[in-house]
């Protein structure tokens, strides 16, 4: 791995954190409303029983291609961009329901409907940057496990950067994923956010490293970051331990992206109580409706008790498959509920993002002319655009 240890630079102010609030350039009307579980889980809306029970009746899915992979195998640099393969389902259990209409080309001056349902909005190319900071820090949490949210912080940050913007990635997870998926020997690791968060003596530039992607560095983790939670427990202020840690170095970064655990604990809440915004990445199936319902109970609750800038930035599908009726359904109960913060940007199923976790590095670079690559950049404008930075 060639990450280094960067040099100390200029510390900042608190004072010059504290004005860090930015307005999103979206405006989406009234914020969508009803967002309680119940709200969420209208069978009337949504008809659960009556989905499932369909699905017995539906056409058996198609066969996977012959040689399709299914466990990915790492291919040659000359593959990387060839045409992606969607991971096929071991059963097919899911893929239900007839395909989503063939997109036609619209019309002259008909707008262009996304995946989400909902025409695409125009979004400028980023205006380069002349100077950079203070950062705005974005949480990316979703409690439930395996959603995309380390994909979406590696590639959402290698994106930003590409974009000229200065990143700064937090591993705020002990399985210390993010660290792994740009090749951090992160077990070997003496010194990580644990010991930011829980030694007094250790600054961010103790920790920090470079990471392969220029503009983007890395604050890494390890399972040592388990122990955190009840070390904190009884510290004076322990859900801002995470804000005061990153406050010196705001001011060299555009943005701070923070890969939360699949939890709502002391780390994760930590994380809300820093950020200007939280970004939840979700895979469109039914259980994820209640997560949302929950995670954003959680955020009202940092909101009103810790931190009053924080605000719901977007919710980014990942993994989506079309071809499933069931997450199609999903999608348009998403948009229903949530409205515009659901960012047009949605990352399709494919195996080149395991792939790029075997490579250790963002899709941007392992495979930069993919559609799973062109997605994040996609993200990374509308982020920007709605960011106003
Ligand atoms: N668009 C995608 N298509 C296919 N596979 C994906 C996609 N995005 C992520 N994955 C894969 O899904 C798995 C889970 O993704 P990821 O680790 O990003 O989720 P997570 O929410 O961070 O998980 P955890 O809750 O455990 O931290 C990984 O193996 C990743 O490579
Ligand atoms: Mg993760």
Redesign the pocket.
């Known amino acids: 791995m060639d990450s280094t240890r960067r040099g100390r630079s200029k510390e900042r102010s608190i004072e010059q954190g504290a004005d860090d609030v930015t307005t999103p350039q979206f405006s989406a009307g009234e914020p969508p409303s009803p967002r309680s579980e119940g709200e969420m889980f209208d069978a009337g809306r949504f008809d659960i029983r009556g989905r499932f029970a369909g699905a017995r009746d539906t056409p058996a899915p198609e066969a996977a291609e012959p040689g399709d992979p299914v466990v990915a195998a790492v291919p040659e640099p000359d593959e990387r961009d060839a045409p992606e393969v969607d ?1 096929p389902e071991l059963d097919g259990a899911d893929s239900d329901g007839p395909e989503p209409a063939a997109a036609s080309e619209p019309a002259a001056g008909e707008p262009v409907i996304g995946p989400t349902g909902r025409p695409l909005r125009d979004i400028p190319e980023p205006a380069p940057l002349s100077s950079h900071g203070p950062a705005r820090i974005i949480a ?1 949490c ?1 409690q ?11 590639n959402l940050g290698a994106s930003l950067a590409e974009y000229g913007r200065r990143v700064l990635l937090v591993d705020l ?1 002990p ?1 210390g ?2 660290s792994a ?1 740009l090749g951090v020997a992160h077990h070997d690791l003496e010194l990580t956010v644990h010991n930011l968060l829980v030694g007094s003596d250790v600054s961010v530039d103790d920790v920090l490293l470079r990471t392969r992607v220029d503009g983007m560095d890395l604050l890494p983790s390890n399972i040592d970051l388990s122990a955190a939670e009840i070390q904190l427990v009884t510290e004076v202020g322990r859900e801002q331990t995470l804000g005061r840690v990153l406050y010196p170095v705001l001011d060299r970064y555009d943005y701070v992206l923070v ?4 939890s709502l604990g002391l780390l994760s809440v930590n994380a809300l109580a820093c950020a200007d915004s939280v970004v939840i ?1 979700m895979e469109c199936e039914f259980f994820s409706l209640r997560g949302l319902a929950l995670l954003n109970d959680t955020v009202d609750k940092v909101k009103a008790r810790l931190n009053p800038k924080l605000e719901l930035g977007g919710i980014v599908v ?3 498959d079309a071809r499933t009726l069931h997450a199609r359904e999903v999608m348009a109960r998403v948009v229903e509920v949530f409205g515009d913060l659901v960012y047009d940007t949605v ?11 075997v490579a250790g590095e963002p899709i941007t670079t392992w495979a930069p002319k993919s559609v ?1 690559a062109e ?1 994040y950049r996609a993200l990374a404008r509308e982020v920007i655009h709605r960011s106003g930075r």
């Open positions: 991971v990316m979703n439930k496990g395996g959603v995309g949210k380390t994909t979406s912080t590696i997870d399985q994923a993010l998926g890969d939360c655990q699949p990445p990942t993994m989506f990352v399709n199923r494919t195996v080149r993002f395991p792939e790029t976790s799973g997605s």
